[in-house]
Every structure is written in C-alpha cells, then in structure tokens.
C-alpha cells in the first residue's frame, strides 16, 4: 500500500488533538513576536556574566538557555507559566471522580501556557489512548532484553526504537518547511507520550512478573490511569491519585536540569522526539538526577533496619552523620537550584498527611522524622547549598508503601513524567526556530591564560 501523503496525515488526527493543536497554534505568533523583539532590541544586552567557577563548576547559575514553559526560583521553586504547585493543584482538571491534577492538564497547560477546560482535558485523554499502542517491533526488542538490565537503560532503548515512525524525520526527509517542523513534532511528542504507559509497564511486567497477562487500555481512563493499570495496581484509587500529581508536578522543573537540558541539547540537531527524549532518559539515569528516587528508599530502609523501633531524632542524626562521614550524600537533600526545601516534596507530603495509611506507614514516618533533623545535621556538616528536601525524598516510600516495592523501577516512572516538560520544550523550539545549540569550551591553558589577561 502506497504511504499516504503527509499532509493527509496532519488532516487526519482527532478533533482532541486539533483542538490542543490549535491551542498551541494560536499562541505561535506572539511568542515568535516576542522572541523577534528581544532579538532586535537586546541581543547584545549583557544579562549576567560568566565566571571562571561557572565553567569549571558545571555551569551553576550560568543564564544560557531559553526555556519558556517554568522557571525556577531558588526560594520559592517551580513556577509552570507563571502558576506554583497550589494554583496547578487548584486550577488544572482532575481525573473523573479523581482530586489531583493530571498529566493531561498540565501538559495542556505547559505546551499552551494556559488552563485547559474538562472537556479540552477529557478530549486529550481519549487521544493519548487512541494512540497508546506499543508498535509490535517495539514490544519484542523489549521482550527480547534480560530481565537483568536496568529498567531506565530498557526505556531509553524502547523510546529511541519508536523513532522507527517518526512523523517529523519522514517529513523532514520529504523536505517540509522549517515553518512546519511543529506540527510534526508536536504529532510525534503526543504519539511519544501516549506509548510511555505501555511501554513502561511492559519493562516492569517483564522484569517483575514475567509471563504474567497485561491488561490492555481502558478507553475512559487517563494517561496515569491507565498506566497503573498497565502496572497490576488499577484497583489502588490511593496509589493512582498519588501517581497522577508525582507525574503532573514532577513534568517539568526548568531547562537547566540534565535530562531537559539534553533533550533540548539533542533535539537542536532536529534530531527527532523519541531520540531527543531517549537521550534524556539516559541523563536522568544517573544518581545524582533521576535515580536518587530508588537511592532514598535504599538509604531510608538501611536506617529503619539499623535503629528498628527506637525511632528518635537522636537515632538517625546518628545514622545522618554516619552516611556523611562515610563520605556520601544524603539521598534526596540538596539540589542544584533550590534553596528551601522543594514544593514539590510538600505537595507529596500533604498527600501523605491527607491518607490515613500513609500516616501510620512506618517508612513515611521515618521520612517526616528525618526532614525534622536532616537540615540540621546538613547545616552543620557545611558543604551543600541546600540542606532541604528535594521532591525525592519521599517519592519512593509512598510508592513502597502502596506495594509498588521495586526500587530499581522508579526512575523509569521519573521518566515517565519528565517527558511532560522535554516534548513541550522541543515543539516549542520548533516553533520558534531555535539554533543549533553549541557553546564554546576551553581547555586548562586557555581559562588561565584568559584569567590571566582580564
Ligand atoms: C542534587 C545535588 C546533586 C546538587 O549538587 P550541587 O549543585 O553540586 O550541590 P552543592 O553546590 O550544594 O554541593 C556542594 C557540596 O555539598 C555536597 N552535598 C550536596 N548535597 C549533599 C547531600 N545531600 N549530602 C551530602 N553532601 C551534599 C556536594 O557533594 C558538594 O560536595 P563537594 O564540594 O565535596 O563536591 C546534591 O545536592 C546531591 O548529591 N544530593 C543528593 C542526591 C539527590 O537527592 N539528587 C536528586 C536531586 S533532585
């Protein structure tokens, strides 16, 4: 059968996705104004400077990316289009029946910078489940890996594999215009979202219950809902509630961070979506980003085993100062930017507070008793920035606690969230016609020598 045509397949797509299309198409003209002006009226405007500790110290604090959809504050946190973590929980729809924002409405919120109403949310889930099938090449190469290898390692390779039908590399094959290039991407960024339910819950299914039967997609369900499904929990109404806001606030926290800095990094070369986001993957992977998650839950069950039921301040500032002293970080304090402790963790822990089994779970006790004196024994140790909590600090426990109990897993639901903040950045970039990105380096000698000289 001949392909169709693509224009054809732009025509073809849901009236959900044409109305979040033209939602996003609406706003095009302004930012490109904006971006225009800034261009013609402060290119050679100095908004900061570089220091000699910025280029040996991983770039902290350096002002060198755009990214439009959040910003971060290091006293206040995340702000997604102007709107904090409350006004998202207050403002953004909820799942039928459900209390807690969703990936829907706040993908909707961050690709548009606006609201989304319940029927423009409704109609976004429908599509996500419309297009949420694995491609079966997809499903066997998944099929195919160890149980042995990493679930984020399986994750980047099963994203990168749907690029096999990737809308916007066919296109830019057939020579669309540069005009066009987020239509395409926007197609292959919710083709991308769609599938990462499956997806993910197939690497868990492989790896946790081999051979056991997966459920299919429920087509009144919501993105997160169907992947709890997906994932044997879709009776815990607790553990699906508590995943939709982790994923909904977790989908976005600035461009600077290095799984949103590499998709945007790797999406400037036009390479396509599922190779930008599955780059990003292999960022978030790392423990000092994404895999903290598992890292805390490790950390916190090794300090509930050693001091068992003595469970006092001065029982784990003892184990506080025995991690530090055996020369590692405290898992799930600390963090780049942030200078409190993270909205995000608060948001989390007001979820715990709202449930009484959460409130009785002896691991999210033992969390809420480390925050009572971890920055403390942070402050006093005198290294990190920032003695607080970050929102890994009690992501994993509540997920122990529901029975979702495979550490190595969490970062790929970490992942699955991520993707929210990564497609929106990258349809954007297409939409305003963003470079290359490539910034000049030195060697030793050459930052010297120019010390040196200034
Ligand atoms: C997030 C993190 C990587 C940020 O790193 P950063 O920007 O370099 O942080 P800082 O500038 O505050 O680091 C200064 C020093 O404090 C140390 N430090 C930072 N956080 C620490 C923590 N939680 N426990 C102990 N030491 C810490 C750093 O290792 C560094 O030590 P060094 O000078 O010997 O290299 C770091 O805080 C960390 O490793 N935290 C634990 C892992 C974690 O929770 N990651 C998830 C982040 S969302």
Redesign the pocket.
Known sequence: MPARPIAARFSSRSLSTQSLKDAIKETIPAKQEQLKRIKAQHAGTTIGEVKVENVI??M?GLKAMLWDSSVLDPEEGIRFHGLSIPDCQKQLPAAPGGKEMIAESMLWLLLTGKVPSEAQTRALSRDFVERGTLPAHVEKLIDSLPATLHPMTQLGMGVAALNHDSLFQASYEKGIKKSEYWEATLEDCLNLISRLPALAARIYRNVYNPGKPMESLDKDLDLVGNYVRLLGFGDNQSLTEYLRLYIALHGD?EGG?ASAHTAHLVGSTLSDPYLSYSAALFALAG???????Q??LRWQMAMQKEIGSDVTHDRIKEYLWK??KSG???????????RNP?PRFIALQEFCDSKPELQDSPIIQLVKKTYEVAPGV?KE?G?????YP????TSGCVLYHYGLTQFKYYTVIFGVSRALGCITQLVWARALGLPLERPKSLSLDAIEKLAKST
């Open positions: 110290g991983g902290r926290h961070n423990p000092l980003h994404g895999l903290a998650n890292e805390v991690t530090l590692q970080v405290v898992p799930g304090y600390g963090h780049g930017v942030l993270d942070l140790h290294k990190t920035k920032n003695p970050n929102v890994d600090a």
